[in-house]
């Protein structure tokens, strides 16, 4: 899942984790910590270590049934504070309106193609709870959409992901780029959008 960079998770976790207190909290526009949706979860791995820590619940949506199962082994005790394990390729889910505060989604929008992935923000944007964010977190290619024979993803340039999430009709909050990754991968960005 990260390459053989296995190394990378904590990075990753921890810049996501920064990048969520920016927004999170109580007060007056401040982004809930009720329920989160993680999208293309997998196993679980930012569900254990970034999602569950932070929101009361967590739903996850997976393609591959099997990963879900392993998810429950995987989570152990704090994975009973998950709501809803869906397995569903994100082309087809509908999240329910209005049930979530931070819906994310990392390392998976390769797997769309750029109109399933339009019609997905949408969906998601119907989602959110005030105040609620969309976290898209993956790798940007230099330039245009790069093939990944190996796993027939592809990874697509900033200029080309802000344009979709602008045909979503998402404004962007807020982007950075995930700092310390090896030089040798691709960069990888975080964009907040509702
Ligand atoms: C590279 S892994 C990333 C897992 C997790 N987001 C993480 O960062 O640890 C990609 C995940 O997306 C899932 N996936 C691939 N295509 C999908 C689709 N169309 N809808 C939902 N999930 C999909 C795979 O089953 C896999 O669990």
Same mark, same amino acid.
């Not at 969309?134 to 990874?155: A, F, L, R, T, W």
């Given at each position: 899942?990260?390459?053989?960079?296995?190394?990378?998770?904590?990075?990753?976790?921890?810049?996501?984790?920064?990048?969520?207190?920016?927004?999170?909290?109580?007060?007056?526009?401040?982004?809930?910590?009720?329920?989160?949706?993680?999208?293309?979860?997998?196993?679980?791995?930012?569900?254990?270590?970034?999602?569950?820590?932070?929101?009361?619940?967590?739903?996850?949506? &997976?393609?591959?049934? *099997? $990963? =879900?199962?392993?998810?429950?082994?995987? @989570?152990?005790?704090? /994975?009973?504070?998950?709501?809803?394990?869906?397995?569903?390729?994100?082309?087809?889910?509908?999240?329910?309106?209005?049930?979530?505060?931070?819906?994310?989604?990392?390392?998976?929008i390769g797997?769309?193609t750029d &109109?399933?992935l339009? *019609? $997905? =923000?949408?969906?998601?944007?119907?989602? @959110?709870?005030?105040? /609620?964010?969309?976290?898209i977190?993956d790798n940007v290619s230099y330039e245009g959409v790069v093939p990944d024979e190996?796993?027939?993803s592809v990874c697509r340039d900033l200029e080309i992901v802000h344009s979709l999430a602008g045909?979503?009709?998402?404004?962007?909050?807020?982007e950075?780029q995930q700092?310390?990754f090896?030089k040798e991968i691709y960069q990888v960005h975080?964009l907040?959008?509702?």
């Amino acid at each position: 899942m990260l390459g053989g960079y296995g190394s990378i998770s904590s990075i990753d976790i921890n810049g996501s984790k920064a990048f969520l207190h920016k927004f999170l909290g109580e007060g007056e526009g401040k982004t809930g910590t009720s329920c989160a949706l993680d999208c293309g979860a997998g196993i679980g791995r930012i569900t254990k270590r970034l999602l569950l820590p932070l929101f009361s619940t967590v739903d996850m949506v &997976d393609v591959t049934q *099997e $990963f =879900l199962d392993k998810a429950k082994t995987y @989570l152990g005790e704090e /994975g009973k504070r998950v709501g809803n394990y869906f397995c569903s390729g994100l082309q087809d889910f509908v999240p329910e309106c209005g049930r979530y505060d931070v819906i994310w989604i990392q390392w998976v929008i390769g797997h769309l193609t750029d &109109d399933h992935l339009v *019609e $997905f =923000l949408r969906r998601c944007q119907k989602a @959110l709870r005030p105040n /609620g964010l969309i976290i898209i977190k993956d790798n940007v290619s230099y330039e245009g959409v790069v093939p990944d024979e190996v796993d027939s993803s592809v990874c697509r340039d900033l200029e080309i992901v802000h344009s979709l999430a602008g045909r979503a009709g998402l404004r962007i909050v807020h982007e950075e780029q995930q700092m310390n990754f090896p030089k040798e991968i691709y960069q990888v960005h975080t964009l907040a959008l509702r």
